[in-house]
């Protein structure tokens, strides 16, 4: 069985402090791992993939397979970061069967 | 240019009805998903659809019947309304496996 815990319900950080938000799974095959993002009462959207090694609004994400890990870290929070933030894990290849984990809450203050 | 877009925006029904949500996709993508957001904020599939066959059904009541017309559609219909159906219902799309694409949410609130 898949499954992802973000152990974080809620996190507050100070603008320009440095930001991470915990991931961790658990998956037998190869997994493929993403970051999604929801702002205020808006839609989801996807923020990281870790096949792609991007850096998206200045958030990365690194795969540790041996921590089973997928933490997003931001060096220096903004107050607009403030969001729920999802990671989510899928078979490798394929993002048909996405499980979320609960979610955290990060609230930047200024 | 709205990739994925969802009709109502807003729903509040009594218990006992039943009631539809609409899911359009304009990316030409070849699956479709249904998810619940409850009011903790977590996030469930519900049904995915791929080329218009049902690949995943996750345990949900049968009075949620997805229908998906043709690939760019994906509906949910709703039976028999509970207190508990209330919670924010997004469709999502995606292309042979790759990043799925959220629509923007249906609020539906259950009196």
């Known amino acids: 069985a898949q499954r992802v815990t973000q152990p974080e319900k809620l996190l507050s950080v100070f603008k320009g402090a440095p930001v991470e938000l915990k991931c961790n799974y658990s998956?037998?095959?190869?997994?493929?791992l993403f970051w999604y993002v929801q702002y205020s009462r808006q839609r989801l959207q996807l923020l990281l993939r870790?096949?792609s090694r991007e850096s998206i609004k200045g958030f990365t994400a690194d795969l540790n397979k041996g921590e089973t890990s997928f933490h997003l870290k931001k060096p220096f929070a903004q107050e607009e970061d403030s969001a729920m933030y999802y990671c989510?894990?899928?078979?490798?290849?394929?993002?048909?069967?996405?499980?979320f984990g609960s979610g955290t809450q990060l609230t930047v203050l200024p | 240019d709205t990739a994925v877009s969802q009709t109502p925006k807003y729903l509040v029904t009594q218990m006992g009805n039943d009631k539809s949500i609409k899911c359009e996709q304009n990316?030409?993508?070849?699956?479709m998903y249904w998810y619940k957001q409850d009011s903790k904020k977590f996030l469930k599939i519900m049904f995915s659809?791929?080329?218009?066959?049902?690949?995943i059904n996750e345990t949900v009541p049968n009075r949620f019947s997805p229908k998906s017309p043709d690939k760019a559609h994906l509906n949910l219909h709703i039976n028999s309304l509970e207190l508990g159906d209330s919670a924010v219902y997004f469709c999502?799309?995606?292309?042979?496996?790759?990043?799925?694409?959220f629509g923007p949410g249906t609020r539906l609130t259950v009196l």
């Open positions: 989510a894990l899928g078979p490798s290849g394929s993002a048909r069967q996405l499980t």
């Open positions: 999502a799309s995606s292309q042979s496996g790759k990043s799925q694409y």
């Open positions: 998956y037998s095959g190869s997994p493929e």
């Open positions: 990316l030409g993508h070849d699956t």
């Open positions: 870790h096949i």
């Open positions: 659809y791929n080329n218009k066959e049902l690949i």
